[in-house]
Each structure stands twice: as C-alpha cells, then as structure tokens.
C-alpha cells in the first residue's frame, strides 16, 4: 500500500498513453529519487508547457508570439502541398528528413473500422475548410500509418475529399504495414514521399 502522494501521482502518469499502473509507478519512485534541484527542473518544464499553443492552420503545437505556428508562417513552403498526418510527432519525422517543402494538417488521429464516435473526433470538417479556403492547394498527401486503422482512415479520407477535384496521394510503401511514421527511418520516409502515388 503507497501512500497518498504516491498514489495519486501513480494514477495520474497511468493517463498517459500506453502507461500502465506498473510503469507510472516506476515513474514516480524515478521521482522519488531525485534531488530537490531535478525536481524543481521538472516542474518547471511542466509550467513551461502552459506556454504551448494550437496552430489553428494546421493544428500542430507552437510556442510564440504569432498567431499560426512557424511553418503556417513561412512564404517559402510549397502552397500547392498539404500533408494530412495522424500525429504531431509524425510531422517531426517528416521534416526531419527535409524531402517535404509543403504544409501540414494533423488530423488528431485515426479511425478503427469507421466507427462514428472516431469520426467525429477527428478534424475531418476542418482539413475541408481549409482546402477550400486555399484553392492553390493542388495536391493532398494522406500520410498516415500504414496499419489497419490508417488504411480505414485514409479510404474514408479519399471519398470525403474526392468531390474537391483535387490530387489525392498516399506515400509510397517503402513504409512497413503495421509500422508507424514516428519509428521510420530517413531513407525511409524519403523514399515513401517520392513513391507518393
């Protein structure tokens, strides 16, 4: 039997993803552990987080003074690209191999066989709006993982935004199915957006 402290921190690490009882538990006995200047750091970086922002262009997390984040902002992006990803750490992945000179739109993840609740819980309403407020978008990258539920996902995507005549491209399978964008390596990722079909 924990303590109160304990136990309530233990419960609330256990709401981040993938993290059981078992594992938040060793999050908070890492804690424990520490000295009271590593802890002062830690919750210092957890306040900090409050400074974090929504794009409300693209829906990836900024920090800063402007009202879309860095990417949204910059005039030498390809405007006639959008790339519709599942995750923010999937936009990391892509630019970090520098191949996509386009902009994005996180779409808050994915569907599992259509049911309506994830649906609706994703920015689908919002990616249309903003493909048609930006008519010199040409063309749209559906890059979501290649597993069951991005497959649905981007199906689902293709018929919804087919009657916006524009170029609907997937990435290439260089991609393992079942993998996610997040663990691809560079060369990778590199060769899916240029196999892009």
Request: glycine share 6%.
């Amino acid at each position: 039997m924990y303590s109160s402290s304990v136990e309530n921190l233990i419960k609330l690490f256990s709401k981040f993803p993938t993290i059981g009882h078992r594992t938040a538990a060793r999050f908070v006995f890492y804690l424990i552990s520490l000295n009271n200047q590593e802890i002062e750091e830690l919750i210092k970086a957890i306040e900090d987080i409050k400074k974090v922002k929504i794009c409300p262009l693209c829906f990836n997390h900024f920090e800063g003074e402007k009202e879309l984040c860095e990417i949204c902002t910059n005039p030498s992006r390809d405007k006639s690209l959008i790339c519709v990803i599942e995750k923010e750490t999937d936009l990391e992945s892509i630019e970090k191999i520098k191949k996509y000179r386009g902009f994005y739109f996180v779409l808050g993840g994915t569907v599992s066989m259509l049911k309506k609740d994830d649906i609706n819980k994703l920015r689908i309403k919002e990616l249309e709006q903003r493909i048609k407020n930006h008519p010199e978008i040409q063309e749209i990258i559906l890059a979501l993982n290649p597993t069951t539920e991005g497959e649905a996902t981007s199906l689902y995507l293709e018929r919804i935004l087919k009657p916006l005549n524009k170029k609907i491209t997937r990435l290439g399978r260089g991609l393992s199915t079942g993998g996610e964008l997040e663990y691809a390596d560079e060369q990778t990722l590199r060769d899916a957006l240029d196999g892009r079909k």
